[in-house]
C-alpha cells in the first residue's frame, strides 16, 4: 500500500479483525512491534472461534428443546381447551333438559 510502503503490504484487500478491537477482548492473541504496528496471531483465534461455535450450538440445541417442550404444552393446552368445551355442551345440555323437565312438571301441576 502507498500508505506504508516499508511494510511491504499486499495490493489485494485483505480480510481480517482490526487488531486494536481484537485487543480489548483477546489480548494475548495480539502483538505490536517496535515501530507501534499491530499484528494478529490468526493460528490462536481458530480455537477462540470453534468454542464460540460449540457454546452457541449447545444454546441452540436448548433452545430448540424449549421450543419442543413449549410446542408440547400448547398442544396439551388446545386439547384440554377442546375438552373442556365438550363438556360444557354436555353441561349446556343436561341443564336445558333439566329445565325442559322442570317446566313440564309445573305444567302438570297447574
Known amino acids: 500500500m502507498k500508505e506504508f510502503p516499508k511494510q511491504n503490504f499486499d495490493s489485494i484487500p485483505q480480510i481480517g479483525f482490526i487488531a486494536q478491537e481484537?485487543?480489548?477482548?483477546l489480548p494475548q492473541l495480539v502483538s505490536q512491534n517496535d515501530s507501534g504496528y499491530y499484528s494478529v496471531n490468526y493460528v490462536k483465534v481458530v480455537p477462540v472461534l470453534v468454542m464460540a461455535m460449540k457454546e452457541q450450538q449447545a444454546i441452540i440445541e436448548a433452545q430448540k428443546k424449549e421450543n419442543?417442550?413449549?410446542?408440547?404444552?400448547?398442544s396439551n393446552?388446545?386439547?384440554?381447551?377442546?375438552?373442556?368445551?365438550?363438556?360444557?355442551?354436555?353441561?349446556?345440555?343436561?341443564l336445558n333438559a333439566l329445565l325442559q323437565a322442570q317446566t313440564a312438571t309445573v305444567s302438570a301441576v297447574k
Open 77 to 94: 393446552a388446545t386439547s384440554s381447551s377442546e375438552e373442556n368445551a365438550l363438556e360444557i355442551e354436555k353441561l349446556k345440555a343436561q
Open 22 to 25: 481484537l485487543k480489548k477482548v
Open 68 to 74: 419442543e417442550s413449549q410446542k408440547a404444552e400448547a
